[in-house]
């Protein structure tokens, strides 16, 4: 098996930045490009083979060509590819908004909800997010607060600082602040209930849609476990592993590759590999690949034994 480097596909929300093309070498000519999706099949934005043999071919082609034995076992109990991997340039602060679970999602609107994870890669001074509410609610209260503009006082509002990680389950009310940029791994949704929006307009000058009713049959009005899921740093050789969190959709790991590390692709589950800062060159028994910060590779189950080497940050996923 091949190791692949992929392309993503872009979003130009409103409260986009342009750091992702000026930083990270982004080949996007949006104004702003809030999002680039860097391991995706969803149909909103589909990721695609960046060289080599399958050059071009979007992430399902890919999986279709190959067969779904690339993604490993463990993804044989999802209906569809369960992985979805960005990077998130907020300008701009974000909507207040809520995920719904699988069971609501998949009864109201025929798509998965979504779970997601937030490593922050950098952020402004001073900049800041919410996560769920600082105290218990009622939906009456709730819908009150949304209704008079002053649901942003019963937020829990915190201060967040590069390498920050948070993990925010279906139900929980958030929003990414503005000046943060951040790597998010979640479920393979675009499901979105929009709670409040600053009033902000869209680009045909009317208010953005809120979705009110559907966001007060999915909210948890009650504080939610903000705790830092990450677990210690363990030397290996070649540099440092880090948990930062874990669900039944997809394990996620902070490493430090310092010289050379080995890492293992078994029939379980497909590697993503993501690079924050640094470069390595990444190896298997087929081929190489040169991976710079803001690269997202590919590695297909079953590769085995494969070789990073040199200096950088990385995040790896599998399911």
Avoid at 15 to 44: M, N, Q
Avoid at 78 to 97: G, H, R
Avoid at 307 to 314: A, D, N, R, S, Y
Wanted: hydrophobic letters at 35%.
């Amino acid at each position: 098996m091949k190791i692949e480097k992929l392309s993503p596909a872009f979003q130009n929300y409103l409260w986009g930045g342009t750091k992702l093309r000026d930083v990270y070498g982004k080949d996007c000519d949006f104004d702003k490009v809030a999002e680039s999706w860097e391991l995706s099949t969803h149909p909103a934005g589909e990721s695609k083979i960046a060289e080599g043999e399958f050059d071009g071919l979007t992430l399902n082609e890919y999986i279709a060509k190959m067969g779904k034995s690339v993604l490993g076992s463990h993804c044989a109990a999802f209906e569809n590819f369960p992985v979805l991997i960005k990077f998130i340039d907020a300008k701009e602060a974000l909507s207040i908004q809520v995920h719904p679970s699988d069971e609501y999602a998949l009864r109201v609107e025929n798509e998965y909800g979504k779970t997601e994870l937030w490593y922050v890669m950098d952020c402004e001074p001073g900049a800041y997010l919410y996560f769920g509410v600082n105290r218990e609610l009622t939906k009456e209260e709730f819908r009150q607060r949304i209704e008079n503009n002053t649901v942003l006082e019963v937020l829990n509002r915190v201060d967040v600082h590069p390498g920050d990680v948070f993990f925010i389950e279906s139900g929980t009310i958030h929003a990414i602040g503005a000046g943060i940029l951040i790597c998010e791994i979640q479920q393979n949704s675009n499901c979105t209930y929009r709670v409040y929006d600053y009033d902000r307009r869209g680009q045909d000058g009317k208010p953005r849609e809120l979705h009110i009713e559907k966001a007060l049959d999915v909210s948890r009005l009650s504080p939610s476990n903000i705790a830092d899921q990450q677990g210690e740093a363990r030397k290996i050789p070649g540099g440092t592993r880090k948990p930062l969190a874990s669900c039944k959709y997809f394990t996620t790991e902070k490493l430090e590759v310092s010289g050379e590390m080995t890492l293992t692709a078994g029939e379980e589950s497909f590697l993503s590999v993501i690079v924050l800062t640094g470069t390595a060159e990444i190896s298997g028994r087929e081929n190489t690949v040169e991976a710079k910060a803001g690269d997202s590779i590919f590695i297909p189950a079953g590769t085995g034994q494969v070789t990073v080497t040199g200096e950088c940050q990385m995040i790896l996923t599998r399911v």
